[in-house]
Nanobody
Framework: VQLQASGGGLVQAGGSLRLSCAAS????????MGWFRQAPGKEREFVAA????????YGTDSVKGRFTISRDNAKNTVYLQMNSLKPEDAAVYYC???????????????WGQGTQVTVSS
């Protein structure tokens, strides 16, 4: 499975971005797809994950209510809609996948290359 993340960029605080992660190599309809982020000098942080069924989970409380994960199984693509962005959301965002029916915060097998999100104050 190859994952290609896109959609990052520079946005002002309070703005929005939508990240996309396109999977190729095989269908990922029965895979859990997740988003992680890593800011400079910090550990990688789980953001959100979604199962084929649409069941999703979110990581840090700071993104709940502002970020929404979704997926289009027909397009083998997962999205992360990020609203009301804050400077502390700035990081490299990575998508990941694992063969599972239930979303999890770890043990992902496949990783994309990351997309940079920069939030100016």
């Amino acid at each position: 499975v190859q994952l290609q993340a896109s959609g990052g960029g520079l946005v002002q605080a309070g703005g929005s971005l939508r990240l996309s992660c396109a999977a190729s190599g095989r269908t990922v309809s029965n895979y859990v797809m997740g988003w992680f982020r890593q800011a400079p000098g910090k550990e990688r942080e789980f953001v959100a994950a979604i199962a084929w069924s649409g069941t999703n989970i979110y990581g840090t409380d700071s993104v709940k209510g502002r970020f929404t994960i979704s997926r289009d199984n027909a397009k083998n693509t997962v999205y992360l809609q990020m609203n009301s962005l804050k400077p502390e959301d700035a990081a490299v965002y990575y998508c990941a996948a694992r063969a599972s029916y239930y979303p999890t915060v770890n043990r992902y097998d496949y990783w994309g290359q990351g997309t940079q999100v920069t939030v100016s104050s």
